[in-house]
């Protein structure tokens, strides 16, 4: 009998230099979403931008820019990399990218009153992780928000287990997301819940009402390919295993 494909998400990050290349990445974040409703077996995708320093800044980073995409099968992500003009464009244009093949394996909340993720693999704590959190925030709070955040990105700086962090979103200041990878879920939930400064954050959300929707998933990448740094990957060097299927 054959297989049934398994729907799996993927995370692509691309860097550019020079301000005709980054004007043109700025611009997709507008005009990318029409083409990306075309592609064969993509269920849902997002353009993202990323924050300025450390990826967590107020100020926009415009060499930077994310897509988020959610697939039927692996066979369909494999042909819009390998194949559709939109991708082949963006792997023109930028300098580094990096492509993150995983199956979600939590997943709660809303994007855009959708649950976009279908839980793919059951969630193995002592399994690399990736976490992706999301939220639209209320305006009446933007600025409650946004002073908070210097001392939460500061605080992930060089904490144990953490492979990669960027601060990623839709609209400047509203739209606000957060993409990290742990070498697994004890060492993320070390700094989720006794890190100081993010479990203030979390307990002003719980009792202010900051977010107007949000979302959290789990992920756990089993496929990383590209060239960000010197020709790697930042998980290059972890030993990836294949995912068992729910």
Not at 61 to 69: A, E
Not at 139 to 149: D, G, I, M, S, Y
Not at 174 to 200: G, P
Not at 207 to 231: Q, T, V
């Amino acid at each position: 009998m054959e297989a049934t494909p398994t729907a799996i998400t993927t995370v692509s990050f691309f860097r550019y230099r020079g301000w005709a290349d980054r004007w043109w990445g700025f611009k997709q974040m507008g005009l990318a979403g029409k083409g990306l409703e075309q592609v064969e077996g993509l269920r849902f995708a997002k353009m993202l931008g990323s924050g300025g320093g450390n990826g967590f800044s107020i100020w926009p980073n415009l060499g930077t820019y994310g897509l988020l995409g959610v697939w039927e099968s692996e066979a369909a992500a494999e042909q819009f990399f390998q194949q559709h003009p939109l991708y082949q464009s963006f792997r023109e244009r930028c300098t580094s990218w990096w492509n993150l093949y995983m199956h979600a394996a939590k997943a709660h909340g809303e994007w855009e009153g959708e649950q976009p993720f279908p839980i793919s693999a059951p969630y193995d704590p002592q399994r690399l992780v990736g976490v992706l959190t999301r939220a639209t925030i209320y305006t009446k709070h933007l600025w409650r928000f946004w002073r908070f955040v210097p001392p939460v990105s500061r605080s992930i700086e060089d904490k144990p287990g953490l492979l990669f962090s960027v601060g990623i979103g839709e609209l400047p200041l509203i739209q606000q997301a957060t993409f990290s990878l742990w070498e697994n879920s004890e060492k993320m939930m070390d700094y989720a819940y006794r890190s100081r400064y993010h479990k203030e954050v979390v307990r002003r959300t719980r009792e202010l009402g900051w977010y107007e929707e949000e979302l959290f998933a789990r992920f756990h990448p089993y496929r990383s390919e590209g060239d960000w740094e010197n020709g790697q990957t930042p998980i290059d060097h972890v030993a990836l295993k294949p995912t068992a299927n729910r």
